[in-house]
Structures are given as C-alpha cells and as structure tokens.
T-cell receptor, first 112, second 114 residues
C-alpha cells in the first residue's frame, strides 16, 4: 500500500541555519503530497502541498518540490527561526477522496 | 480563522472503560475524519464520515470503535472498552466538499489508558 518515510528526528538547528527534512513516498499512480506542521499545543496545520510532478509548494519560507523520478518531497527552508520549532509531517493522498497517509513526523528545534 | 475544536484535550481512563472523544468540525464542512498517533509512531487513519455514514474505515477501526454525529455540530468517537494500546493522540479533521486537498485538523485529544 501507499506509504511515506521521513527522516528521523529530532533535528536541532541554530537560528538562520538551512533546513532540509527528507521525505520519500511509495504510491501507485500520481499522489498529491503534503507537509503538515504541528506547533506546540496546536493541531496539525497544512503547511504546503503539491498535486503533480515538478510542482513546488511553498509557504512561510518553506518549499518542497514534487520529484516523481526520486519519489521525494523534501522540505527546505533557507533560514530557520526559533518560531519554526515544531513537528513536521509529510503526507500523501494516493487517490482523490482517500485518506491521508502520514509519515512519523520530524521534530525540529531551533535555538537562538 | 475557523477551526476544528476537540474535547477533552487530555483524558486518563482505566482499561475496559468507555471513552467518548468530541469534535466540533468547521461549520460548513461535510467530510469528517478521525486519525490517531500512538507515541513515536505514524499518524494513522481511523475513519471517514460523510452524509451521516461511514465512508471508509481502516483495519484499526474495529467493533470497539464507533462514530456519531449526534446533532448538527458535534462529531464523536467512542471507544467501547478501552485497551492499553488505545493510548494515543486522537485527531479530528474536517473538510468542505470539492476541496479534497485541504483538510483542517483539531489540536488532538490525548488518551491515556491505565
């Protein structure tokens, strides 16, 4: 079945460092891909998405490019802030209206 | 911004007890979901609900689980007889018709079974 694998955390970075969180997927067909973020004490929030190959999702300085050839959707940010400290979840939807399939989540801590 | 709200935020219950987790989806949304995350594991789909019936459920969603929309605003998850392995964070989510790629999640209800 469909699955998502993302890098294990926790990840600790200094403020203004470059962030990459790897995510790869296995799916039949052409899934839609997502990154969700969970800030402390809050619910899962959609951070960005891409619905077809080579699409780039972006939001709040974060970017991820849908790479069908490598089945990847890595999350990147050029300069992280303390306020980016959260748990980041990669997810996919293989077929429209089917449930999201999530990865385990990666905890990011950014220190000043 | 509209949001999905869940209660309680944390519940401790004894094994074998019934638990009801409550959710208030966003008001104009018609698709509702429950997911859960056992500590250190993936967020897993439990069930989806549309038009007053279950539209899809996972293997996890066995006879111990049920969902209900008792009125026009609430969406509940009931666990009939809790087991230790039901300890997890339970997330409610909702979305509107026609936008399958934008799902709004609540803050989660942390259930601890002792």
């Amino acid at each position: 079945g469909d699955s998502v694998t993302q890098m294990e955390g926790p990840v600790t970075l200094s403020e203004e460092a470059f962030l990459t969180i790897n995510c790869t997927y296995t799916a039949t067909g052409y899934p839609s891909l997502f990154w969700y973020v969970q800030y402390p004490g809050e619910g899962l929030q959609l951070l960005l998405k891409a619905t077809k190959a080579d699409d780039k999702g972006s939001n709040k300085g974060f970017e991820a490019t849908y790479r069908k050839e490598t089945t990847s959707f890595h999350l990147e940010k050029g300069s992280v802030q303390v306020s980016d400290s959260a748990v980041y979840f990669c997810a996919l939807r293989g077929v429209p209206n089917t449930p999201l399939v999530f990865g385990k989540g990666t905890r990011l801590s950014v220190i000043a | 911004e509209p949001e999905v709200t869940q209660t309680p935020s944390h519940q401790v219950t004894q094994m074998g007890q019934e638990v009801i987790l409550r959710c208030v989806p966003i008001s104009n949304h018609l698709y509702f979901y429950w997911y859960r995350q056992i500590l250190g594991q993936k967020v897993e789909f439990l069930v989806s609900f549309y038009n007053n019936e279950i539209s899809e459920k996972s293997e996890i969603f066995d006879d111990q689980f049920s969902v209900e929309r008792p009125d026009g605003s609430n969406f509940t998850l009931k666990i009939r007889s809790t087991k230790l392995e039901d300890s997890a964070m339970y997330f409610c989510a909702s979305r509107r018709t026609g936008d399958g790629n934008t799902i709004y999640f609540g803050e989660g209800s942390w259930l601890t079974v002792v």
